[in-house]
């Protein structure tokens, strides 16, 4: 149980354009999901955390308006980076927190990342 | 801000045998969680233990088990009869009380030898 799953895993742009990850929990409801960012050879930085049906919080230094977050469904949450800059390629990991199904309450379960590359 | 400091870039073991991998932490919450997530090279995150602040018992699961030294903000996992497939990056991470999101300390890459 508990599983998550993202989509697309890997996307390639143009600089300019637009691109959307989305983000599912397949077996149980997501009450919190968070977007993660990871640079090779790094560690994961917290993006931005979502609650369904809520705005969305995110860390300092994380633009808003170019990464839009929507969490529309208990089972749904999508990133969507806006006018996309080489800047910008990196690996996106979401996870969900969620109190049905196999998840565990206090636990975050990670989706299986999206590697995005900005020409 | 809470932070996770893991001191070693990288731990080598032979195959069999157990490692232990270091975490400290700083907070000043009480209530709050600690994790070790593993990353191989596939990069997807899978949980290898939790430990809640409040229990004093150490969490284990199976060959994994944790030294949770709450005093010393210090929580590190020991890996028994290490196998080739524990092959990966191995974070360690920090959750408050709330519903927040992980802060991760810098990983520890873990080669095991045949």
């Known amino acids: 149980g508990a599983v998550v799953s993202q989509h697309p895993s890997r996307v390639i742009c143009k600089s300019g354009t637009s691109v959307k990850i989305e983000c599912r929990s397949l077996d149980f409801q997501a009450t919190t999901m968070f977007w993660y960012r990871q640079f090779p050879k790094q560690s994961l930085m917290l993006m931005a955390t979502?609650?369904?049906?809520?705005?969305?919080?995110?860390e300092q230094g994380v633009e808003k308006d170019k990464f839009l977050i929507n969490h529309a469904s208990l089972t749904l949450s999508t990133l969507t980076v806006t006018s996309a800059h080489p800047e910008d390629s990196s690996f996106y990991i979401c996870?969900?927190?969620?109190?049905?199904?196999?998840?565990?309450?206090?636990?975050?379960?990670f989706g299986p990342g999206t590697r995005l590359t900005v020409l | 801000a809470q932070t996770v400091t893991q001191s070693q870039p990288e731990m080598s073991v032979q195959e069999a045998e157990t490692v232990t991998l270091s975490c400290t932490y700083d907070?000043?919450?009480?209530?709050?969680?600690l994790f070790w997530y593993k990353q191989p090279p596939s990069r997807q995150m899978i949980l290898v233990i939790r430990?809640?602040?409040?229990?004093?018992q150490n969490a284990t699961e199976n060959r994994f088990s944790v030294n949770f030294q709450k005093a010393a903000k210090s929580f590190s996992l020991k890996i028994s009869d290490s196998q080739l497939g524990d092959a990966a990056m191995y974070f360690c991470?920090?959750?408050?009380?709330?519903?927040?999101?992980?802060?991760f300390g810098k990983g520890t890459h873990l080669i095991i030898q045949p």
């Open positions: 979502s609650n369904e049906g809520s705005k969305a919080t995110y």
């Open positions: 430990q809640e602040a409040y229990k004093q």
């Open positions: 991470a920090y959750r408050g009380g709330g519903a927040d999101g992980l802060t």
């Open positions: 996870s969900a927190m969620g109190t049905s199904g196999g998840a565990s309450t206090d636990t975050q379960y």
């Open positions: 907070t000043s919450e009480s209530d709050y969680y």
